[in-house]
């Protein structure tokens, strides 16, 4: 590179033309010229005062690396490099007749601080959430499992954003064939800009149009560590709050770190409490349709006075009631989300006066109708995993449909496909629903079992490294 | 090469079971009374062993050829002609075999609940999802026969329960009281509700059990199971029911599950019934499966894949069903098929047993 | 690719469906009770419907009402198109409870009737069948019986008093399509009218699938039901001795048939029965029982019983209707016995011999 101080000011003004934000400074220390390039909007110019102009008018003869005493200090010698740091917030700075330039990191750090997990709210444990900055993401993980087994391998996906994307997986106890098959799929990503965790997930997931979610995406670095733990791997993104952990099954949707601070039979009750919502989410609308218009006689005769006579001045026919009253349900989940927290309330009063009341007073959906959606509802939001409980309430309206084809038979032939559907599926190579079968099989997935029986690891995900733990209460002894 | 792989011991249990178990649950009882009146349960009870004797038979095939599974090894075992005249029974057969369920099915069905619904539609939806079922591996098939498993569990359950409500052990004697004659004729009709096991015949190379004899004891558990499923059956039906109520009901067990009546449920046969459809499905897919395997092996190279064959099976199946109405000519076909099986599950293994022990044999003396 | 075949394929087949088999639960009209006699003197069958419903159904409240139909035809399928005409909606067989017969019809050929309630698909076979011996149209459209609909004051009747296990349960598919029993023999709850309701009396006894005519009384019915299906469900059995009332409590009831042949002739059938009762009632005095006495009580009443139940044994002998199947008994034991045997020439003449022995346990709360 040309060691003029002039040519290379020539070089950034071609590349930051219209820039109002870039700075060229000029400074003239004890005769020797240097410029300082810089985007204005990106460092800390305290620091860059502190740091920079300090010490070199201090000693402005000395070699500038002995000067300045910054962590994040690089030297290149390629003008293009130069470039790209400024845009990523650094200061560089060249000394005339010098053909390299010092690229010193004095940015702004803004970021919030770390706050507690907003959407994934537990009652025992860690009350620590993931934030945008993935070094800060990086550095709680790292104090999680301050051992250097943990490996980080950074990644920059996008052509525009350079988005940095850091895969951490345990080297004892990942199966070494899983990363690089990660790896392999990471590095095929070549777009203009990249978010997490939508793009990178539709983009290394294994079923394109599964509406099944195949990685878990977490905002708390306790439940990453359990899943690294597990040989799992954790893919955290600069620039947003969301961890994606890969490959997962089934199971682990329905698995909360709540389950792990409570005695084992609790944790084994939510956690079948929450499978049974995951069928009762599809199932109990179709159901109603099945039994409401094509197999009443499964009730005995009072129950069934009772639910005739409550459809019986209900103008539309069981299938639109129920398909209106869960969209109606969806409706009112999505208003809830988007609307501003103190107008919140309004949702609770429009939600639970106009839709409870008036509509069965009007004779719109039956009274049964209104318990049913309530009830799919409320079954649908107990699974931890938000991407899970969606897809599960998306699921009902097929098992609608077909039942009212088939009835209760229609119910079944969706079922079918659905756990056809999830028997052929994987992630990663790895089966993603197995039925548990065995002991060792439900261990984790359908009972949480006590932890000093979880001696063993899941063979899917670490092969070589099973035992996680030792001689469980050897006290006793 | 088809590349398969391989399943453990107790998935190979739930496969056999869940493919041995068919809509003759529901016709058992009414087809033993048929023949050997109130010692069906006897009938079933001997059928069941002499099913076991065909699973030895299969075990000891698949041992000669521990590392392929039956449609490549027939060529080598009658030359390349005949190997793919066999395959392609073998094809043939299991479609067959696989749409006569379906259509047995659909006839209950058609009688029992839609009887509007147009035969055609509840046909389209079974082979739909019985094909989707049998493009997948052995393996994960295995795990959708495990999904499913819970359904027959709960079956067995409701009829095994379903005692409570009065039955008569004197309906049971007099014990072989026209002598054996009856009952062997009930062994052969019951012997057809014990097919399934022949899955086996390509899946020995695949199953990890650990040894040879694992796996046979893998078979029998399976088989067992089975018997005992069949055999309880046939108790309580025979001992609910009269003789002459059996020979008009063909599917007792639905009127007996009409009995339940609990503060909140009732009518459990249309439960049953509905339930039914894991059960049945798991033998058709487990059929059409074997068919596109036997497809895919027409030629040593392989032809074509599986998952082409299978939805081939499926279209020529559902363009055949359009033939299959008439109640009386399904069972006909059905009684026909009963004879099919037979030569395919064990005449044609035993005769590939005899002629590669001669073969063998032959090469020793050499 | 491949999925998204089989995806479109799904949704075509959804698209090109109907909902054939769709019911319209607004529109169902659940007939609980079906009452069956002759028209007049012609062989037409006069069919009785009650229809429940709930009406006026609001939040948390509701009347059940009942409706009551009649029409006639040649047979249930006749009938029930006729009403079809008559009547909007759709009647459903679905939710029947109890199916009632005349006494009038009974006695002819009521099974060649009822039969073809097994071709209704998803027909509840298992409801009720009983007797009715008076005008059933009268008695079924009563809009109410002591404040309850007709349909479940009856209907409640049945279910109680099987749970006290005072009369036999009587289900349809038990006698229908030949009958599940040996013998197509069975003594059915019968109704009489009462006041201005309906009460149970006993039960009518069939021999072949046809009323006799004959009919047990409630007291007998008790005992044949006990004999019959022997079960302790704190029965209430109360009789006099030497002019003092006393009662007791069944507790556990166990029989047994045996079947006495004499060189190859059926010679008698004795029939054992050993109960263990509560003792809740002797005199009017509360005294203390010895063992002694408590002894004397209890050959006192197995001689008792012993005498009441020859008595029903009978009454069923009489009518030719072998309601404890005791020919099963014979042909499944007896075999070849049974072959050269007429059973339906030779019941009415068979030595029945019942024998009761009685256990008193306790006599209740107090001593």
Request: include cysteine; charged fraction near 20%.
């Amino acid at each position: 590179m040309n060691p003029s101080v002039a040519a290379s000011e020539q070089f950034f003004y071609e590349q930051f033309s219209g820039q109002s934000d870039f700075q060229s400074k000029k400074l003239l220390i004890g005769g020797i010229e240097y410029r300082l390039f810089y985007l204005n909007t990106l460092i800390d110019s305290s620091h860059v005062q502190e740091f920079i102009l300090k010490p070199l008018l201090s000693k402005p003869l000395n070699d500038v690396r002995e000067v300045i005493s910054i962590l994040d200090y690089e030297e290149t010698d390629h003008v293009e490099e130069a470039v790209q740091a400024v845009v990523c917030g650094k200061t560089v700075l060249h000394r005339d007749g010098e053909s390299k330039l010092y690229l010193l990191g004095a940015d702004l750090k803004k970021e919030r601080t770390i706050n507690i997990p907003s959407n994934e709210r537990i009652l025992r444990g860690a009350n620590e959430a993931f934030i945008e900055n993935l070094d800060t993401n990086l550095n709680l993980m790292r104090k999680l499992i301050p051992s250097t087994e943990l490996v980080v391998k950074t990644y920059t996906i996008g052509r525009l954003s350079k988005t940095k994307v850091a895969v951490m997986y345990i080297k004892s106890v990942a199966d070494p064939s899983l990363f690089e098959e990660l790896d392999r799929r990471l590095l095929s990503i070549d777009s203009d800009y990249t978010e997490s965790p939508g793009f990178i997930d539709e983009l290394i997931r294994d079923k394109k149009f599964s509406l099944f979610p195949q990685l878990l995406i977490t905002e708390r670095p306790d439940r990453a560590r359990a899943y690294l733990m597990e040989g799992k791997m954790v893919i955290a993104t600069s620039g947003s709050p969301d961890a994606i952990i890969l490959p997962v099954t089934f199971w682990s949707f329905f698995q909360s770190p709540d389950d792990y601070h409570i005695s084992w039979l609790l944790g084994t009750f939510f956690r079948l409490l929450r499978l049974a919502c995951f069928l009762l989410t599809i199932g109990l609308p179709a159901f109603y349709v099945s039994v409401s218009s094509f197999n009443p006689q499964l009730l005995p005769i009072n129950f069934v006075n009772t639910l005739q006579s409550s459809l019986k001045y209900v103008t539309f026919p069981p299938l639109i009631e129920t398909i209106a009253m869960m969209l109606l349900l969806e409706i009112l989940r999505e208003a809830t989300i988007r609307l501003a927290s103190p107008a919140g309330q309004t949702i609770g009063v429009v939600g639970g006066i106009v839709i409870g009341t008036v509509i069965v007073q009007s004779n719109l959906a039956s009274n049964t109708m209104v318990i049913v959606a309530a009830l799919t509802g409320l079954a649908s939001f107990i699974i931890p995993s938000y991407e899970m409980s969606s897809a599960v309430r998306l699921l009902g309206y097929p098992a609608i449909l077909l039942s009212s084809v088939f009835g209760l038979l229609g119910l079944a032939f969706f079922f079918m496909i659905i756990f056809i559907y999830l028997c052929q599926m994987s992630t990663m190579g790895q089966p993603y629903f197995s039925p548990p079968f065995s002991l060792s099989g439900i261990r984790d997935t359908l009972i949480r079992s006590p932890i000093w029986n979880l001696k063993k690891r899941p063979a899917g995900t670490s092969p070589y490294n099973q035992t996680r733990l030792r001689h469980p209460r050897s006290w006793k002894r | 090469m088809m590349r398969e792989e391989s399943i453990n011991g107790r998935q190979l249990i739930t496969l056999t079971v869940m493919a041995q178990l068919g809509t003759e649950v529901l016709s058992l009882p009414h087809v033993g009374a048929e023949n050997a009146r109130q010692d069906t349960w006897l009938a079933v009870l001997i059928s069941g062993v002499a099913a076991q004797i065909g699973i030895l038979l299969i075990w000891w095939l698949g041992s000669r050829y521990p590392n392929r599974n039956f449609y490549a090894y027939t060529r080598e075992v009658v030359g390349r002609p005949i190997g793919f005249v066999l395959n392609l029974l073998y094809g043939c057969y299991y479609s067959f075999s696989g749409l006569l369920i379906t259509a047995l099915y659909t006839d209950i069905l058609k009688r029992w609940m839609f009887l509007l619904t147009p035969r055609w539609l509840i046909f389209l939806m079974l082979m739909i999802i019985c094909g989707y079922a049998a493009t997948s591996s052995l393996k994960r098939m295995a795990f959708i026969s495990q999904s499913f498993i819970i359904f027959p569990v709960i079956c067995f359950l409701l009829i095994a329960f379903s005692g409570i409500y009065g039955l008569d052990a004197r309906n049971l004697l007099p014990v072989l009281s026209h002598g054996w004659a009856p009952v062997i004729k009930g062994v052969y009709v019951a012997y057809s509700a014990y097919i399934g096991y022949d899955l086996l015949l390509y899946a020995y190379p695949y199953v990890q059990a650990g040894s040879k004899k694992k796996l046979l004891i893998a078979m029998s558990v399976a088989n067992a199971l089975t018997i005992v499923f069949y055999v309880t059956v046939c108790l309580v039906c025979t001992t609910m029911f009269g003789q002459k109520q059996l020979i008009i009901v063909p599917e007792p067990i639905v009127f007996i599950l009409k009995n339940y009546r609990i503060q909140v449920l009732q009518s459990l046969d249309i439960l049953f019934l509905v339930f039914y459809v894991f059960v049945v499905s798991a033998t058709i897919y487990v059929y059409f499966f074997l068919a596109s395997k036997a497809f895919v092996h027409l030629r040593t190279s392989g032809l074509g894949n599986s998952y082409h064959w299978v939805w081939a099976i499926v279209t020529i199946c559902f363009a055949a069903s359009f033939f299959l109405t008439k109640r009386n000519d399904i069972l006909r076909i059905a009684a026909f098929q009963d004879q099919l099986s037979i030569l395919a599950v064990v005449a044609f293994p035993l005769l590939l047993l005899l002629i590669s022990g001669i073969r063998s044999a032959g090469r020793h003396r050499v | 690719m491949k999925r998204t075949r089989t995806v479109v394929a799904l949704v075509l087949c959804l698209f090109m469906t109907g909902c054939w088999d769709q019911l319209q639960l607004k529109k169902l009209l659940f007939v609980d009770i079906i009452g069956i006699d002759y028209e007049g003197n012609s062989k037409q069958l006069k069919v009785d419907y009650v229809i429940s419903s709930l009406r006026e159904a609001s939040q948390g409240g509701g009347r059940q009402t009942s409706l009551h139909m009649k029409t006639t035809g040649t047979n249930l399928y006749d009938a029930v198109s006729n009403t079809n005409k008559e009547m909007p909606g759709i009647l459903s067989v679905l939710e029947t409870r109890l199916y009632l017969i005349s006494s009038r019809f009974a006695k002819d050929e009521p099974l060649r009737h009822l039969d073809i309630a097994s071709q209704f698909a998803s027909n509840p076979l298992y409801a009720y069948l009983a007797v009715y011996d008076g005008d059933l149209s009268e008695l079924l459209s009563k809009k109410s019986m002591n404040d309850q609909t007709v349909s479940n004051f009856l209907i409640g009747l049945l279910d109680d008093e099987i749970r006290r296990g005072e009369i036999p349960s009587n289900k349809l598919l038990h006698y229908i399509l030949g009958g599940n029993q040996f013998m197509n023999d069975f003594a059915l709850n019968r109704f009489e009218p009462y006041r201005d309701e309906a009460r149970l009396a006993g039960t009518a006894l069939f021999s072949d699938g046809r009323y006799t005519g004959k009919n047990l009384n409630n007291e007998e019915t008790q005992l044949a039901t006990l004999i019959e299906s022997p079960s302790g469900k704190n029965q209430l059995l109360s009789s006099q001795r030497d002019g003092k009332q006393y009662s007791v409590l069944i507790q556990s009831a166990k029989r047994r048939f045996h079947v006495l042949t004499n060189a190859d002739k059926l010679h008698e059938i004795e029939i054992s029965m050993q109960l263990q009762v509560k003792l809740v009632e002797d005199g009017s005095e509360f005294k203390r029982h010895t063992d002694k006495m408590l002894k004397d009580m209890e050959t006192f009443i197995a001689a008792d019983l012993t005498t009441r139940t020859t008595k029903v044994m009978a009454a069923l002998q009489q009518a030719n209707c072998d309601f404890l199947q005791l020919g099963h008994e014979v042909a499944v034991f007896h075999p070849s016995l049974y072959k050269n045997l007429n059973w339906r020439e030779q019941y009415p003449t068979l030595r029945i011999k019942p024998k009761v022995t009685v256990k008193i346990l306790n006599t209740a709360i107090l001593e």
